[in-house]
């Protein structure tokens, strides 16, 4: 089965990790950054992405604090926590190899 694209003919995979670059590389640049973001993360909500096994649902996750994270005013606790749930989110689902498929 070919890879998901984007109108554009950019592998869908290959979007979501820039995404994912992006946000963590803005996190590491801004002003206001006090340091990793899963330090603002819920850890009942960390445990809980960790503990999927399913690579839809780890999307869905990823999606959801994806959308998040550009909601929420840069700095701020909740771009933080955001942040964190992606970085956890795509953690998981390498380790799982859901970008393989």
Known sequence: ??????????????????????????????????????????????????????CAELQAEFDTASASNERAEPGTTEHRRSLAYMQVADDRLRELGCYDN
């Open 1 to 54: 089965m070919p890879a998901r694209q984007v109108r554009c003919g950019v592998p869908f995979r290959a979007v979501r990790r820039l995404a994912v670059v992006l946000a963590l590389l803005g996190a590491a640049c801004g002003d206001d950054d006090t340091g990793d973001p899963l330090n603002d993360a819920v850890p009942q909500v960390v445990e809980r992405i960790e503990s999927l096994t399913d």
